[in-house]
Nanobody, 127 residues
Framework: QVQLAESGGGLVQPGGSLRLSCAASGRVNSIADMGWFRQTPGKEREFVAS????????YYADSVKGRFTISGDSAKNTVYLQMNSLKPEDTAVYFC????????????????????WGQGTQVTVSS
């Protein structure tokens, strides 16, 4: 019912910048939150950032605060992740995710809160 497509990954030097995009299609009005996770081989999927679409509330993992910014363009049904001051430890496959609409509260840092996932885009930070 909802499809997500990431783009913008690539190779960047330490200290450099990169912007990821995630375009949503299908029943986009059912989406409440959109977020970004990342994963490296042999490790669990890690929360990066999230945004509540209607209230424009954002949340960031401690490891990326001050360096990454999540934003959205409602006209394009697209969420972005601006990544600055990139470090080698930021290297991972980055996944876009979206929640259903809901009543009450959810923990947006948990992958189980998200119903829809993109296929991922590789980000490599290396000199």
């Amino acid at each position: 019912q909802v499809q997500l497509a990431e783009s913008g990954g690539g190779l960047v030097q330490p200290g450099g910048s990169l912007r990821l995009s995630c375009a949503a299609s299908g029943r986009v009005n059912s989406i409440a939150d959109m977020g970004w996770f990342r994963q490296t081989p042999g490790k669990e999927r890690e929360f990066v950032a999230s945004n509540n679409w209607s209230r424009s509330r954002t949340y960031y993992a401690d490891s990326v605060k001050g360096r990454f910014t999540i934003s959205g363009d409602s006209a394009k049904n697209t969420v972005y992740l601006q990544m600055n001051s990139l470090k080698p430890e930021d290297t991972a496959v980055y996944f876009c995710a979206a929640t259903h609409s809901y009543i009450g509260f959810i923990d947006v840092t948990m992958s189980s809160a998200y119903a829809y996932w993109g296929q991922g885009t590789q980000v490599t930070v290396s000199s």
